[in-house]
């Protein structure tokens, strides 16, 4: 990881792995080490630009080389892993950092942070946009209950494995930047436990990152890519859009996993129906602990609770590396 992503992380593990050791060069290594990079490449290009920092990254020409140099090391150590699907979209990643890198070479080079930054307004607005909202729970779920739950999830993912949101970053942990940044952080535990640590450690990261996958990302993302394509239109998000639905394909493929996608239909951001007869739309304005205050507000936090305790009875702890 590069100086400038760690500054730019979004969460903040208790406990950080160490770089990779004695198996530097072990295929395994190389596809844990090569996935991590394109999981935060696409988290830290989701995320507001508060500094110059991400635009410096994109001018210098360090987002497409550490793209590129992630993808082919991906390439050279796939191994027919994911079949010819996973093949091909590594193909299509590369053609997506070709389209980035004539944009940048065209309209970003002159650019200031404000630009950068009225460009994610224009996508993204300054609260929370329902055309093409970067926040999980917005879908699939058609009550506050269900988005409790989905919450829920997540968060035993995150304590699952040490981490916790950064202060220096206000953003919810359903967050599509927050979950991305997660599965690196993943990634890049298997690598190190493929050099220093056992069978066992390894297969608890790895399938953490297969569930993590088939029950969150891998669900709500391609129809989120498909959304900001059309809310973007053009332009750097447009291309990352692409990119990042070409890249949960590959991944997908690579974990052996098959996600159950939303569709357009699935789309309905969760409302909660009060006694009086008013109508709470849940994620649409939510800052801070807002969200905390709605569950508790409707009784969900107990559900949750619930559920919580349910899943441990049943199929008992993801598990610590």
Known sequence: MTTKESQRSVMNPITMAPGAGT?????????????SKLYLLVSWSMLYPEDDEFLDYLQSGEFVEDGRSAI?????????????????????LSKSLD????????????????????EHRRVFSNVITLECPPYETLF??????????????????????????????????DHLSVELEFMHFLAYKE?????????????????????FVKDHIGRWVPLFARMLVKKADSGF???????????????????????????EADYRPATFNAPEGQTYECGAQDQ??????????????????????????ESGPVGTA
């Open 23 to 35: 198996l530097k060069d072990s295929p395994a290594v190389e596809r844990a080490l090569g996935r």
């Open 191 to 211: 690598s190190y436990a493929r050099c220093h640590d056992g069978a066992e450690k390894i297969q608890i990261v790895v399938d953490a990152q297969k569930k």
């Open 237 to 263: 998000f447009r291309h990352i859009a692409e990119f990042s639905s070409d890249w949960m394909d590959f991944d997908a493929s690579y974990l052996g996993v098959t996600p159950q996608p939303y569709s």
């Open 288 to 313: 801070g602990n807002e969200l905390t205050m709605l569950l508790n507000e409707v009784g969900a936090q107990n559900f949750l609770d619930k559920e919580k305790d349910k899943d441990k009875e």
């Open 72 to 92: 082919d090391s991906l390439g050279r150590a796939l191994d027919g892993i994911g079949g010819e699907r996973a093949k091909s979209k590594l193909t299509a």
């Open 99 to 118: 389209q980035i890198e004539r944009w940048i070479a065209s309209e970003c080079a002159n650019w200031q942070l404000s630009d950068l930054q009225a």
């Open 140 to 173: 699939g779920n058609d009550h506050v209950f269900g988005q409790a739950h989905t919450m829920g999830d997540i968060a035993g993912f995150y304590r699952a494995f040490g981490v916790e949101l950064s202060k220096d970053i206000h953003e919810r942990m």
